[in-house]
């Protein structure tokens, strides 16, 4: 049960179902890929407005942390600090059973490094299209230990 609650952020039967698209957004060994993985608690707040429902953010959407609350939503280009990318999509609503309601999510699908796909990233306030990266998108993610696959790799 713990596994399913880090990878997915609920126990069956609290909510909804929802389906979603699969997204790869790594590229090369796993290992490699699987040693930037980190649990973070994503902000029930937290919106994707290039989806629909907008509760649900998909996998690929670019995230930042809060340096207060150490919660993560989707980065905002103009202000943020980008730290890592979503790799499961996630639903940050929850029924109560007395309605629906902003949930935290503590979630293990959070890249924080690695060897990314460009064409699955998504920039939430930009298009919403996955693969339109702009050149401070292209900046941050530089700052963090990645390697895009449509860059060529420098020693």
Same mark, same amino acid.
């Given at each position: 049960?713990?596994?399913?609650? *880090?990878?997915?952020?609920?126990?069956?039967?609290?909510?909804?179902?929802?389906?979603? *698209?699969?997204?790869?957004?790594? $590229?090369?060994?796993?290992?490699?890929?699987?040693?930037?993985?980190?649990?973070? /608690? /994503?902000?029930?707040?937290?919106?994707?407005?290039?989806? !629909?429902?907008?509760?649900?953010?998909?996998?690929?959407?670019?995230? @930042?942390?809060?340096? !207060?609350? #150490? #919660? $993560?939503?989707?980065?905002? @280009?103009?202000? &943020? #600090?980008?730290?890592? %990318?979503?790799?499961?999509?996630?639903?940050?609503?929850?029924?109560?059973?007395? &309605?629906? =309601?902003?949930?935290?999510?503590?979630? &293990?699908?959070?890249?924080?490094?690695? *060897? $990314?796909?460009?064409? *699955?990233? /998504?920039? @939430?306030?930009?298009?919403?299209?996955?693969? %339109?990266?702009?050149? @401070?998108?292209?900046?941050?993610? #530089? =700052?963090?230990?990645? $390697?895009?696959?449509?860059?060529?790799? %420098?020693?």
């Amino acid at each position: 049960m713990s596994l399913l609650n *880090q990878l997915y952020g609920a126990i069956p039967g609290f909510q909804g179902e929802f389906t979603t *698209q699969e997204a790869e957004v790594t $590229w090369g060994k796993t290992d490699v890929n699987d040693s930037f993985l980190r649990s973070v /608690i /994503i902000d029930g707040t937290s919106r994707d407005s290039g989806n !629909t429902p907008d509760t649900i953010l998909r996998a690929g959407l670019l995230m @930042e942390a809060d340096g !207060t609350s #150490k #919660k $993560w939503s989707p980065w905002v @280009e103009a202000t &943020g #600090k980008l730290s890592g %990318v979503l790799v499961f999509a996630i639903d940050t609503q929850l029924d109560t059973g007395a &309605g629906v =309601a902003d949930a935290d999510r503590f979630i &293990g699908a959070i890249l924080v490094g690695g *060897q $990314w796909r460009h064409d *699955q990233l /998504i920039i @939430e306030l930009n298009s919403g299209v996955p693969g %339109v990266l702009t050149a @401070e998108a292209r900046t941050q993610i #530089k =700052a963090i230990p990645v $390697w895009l696959d449509d860059e060529p790799f %420098v020693a």
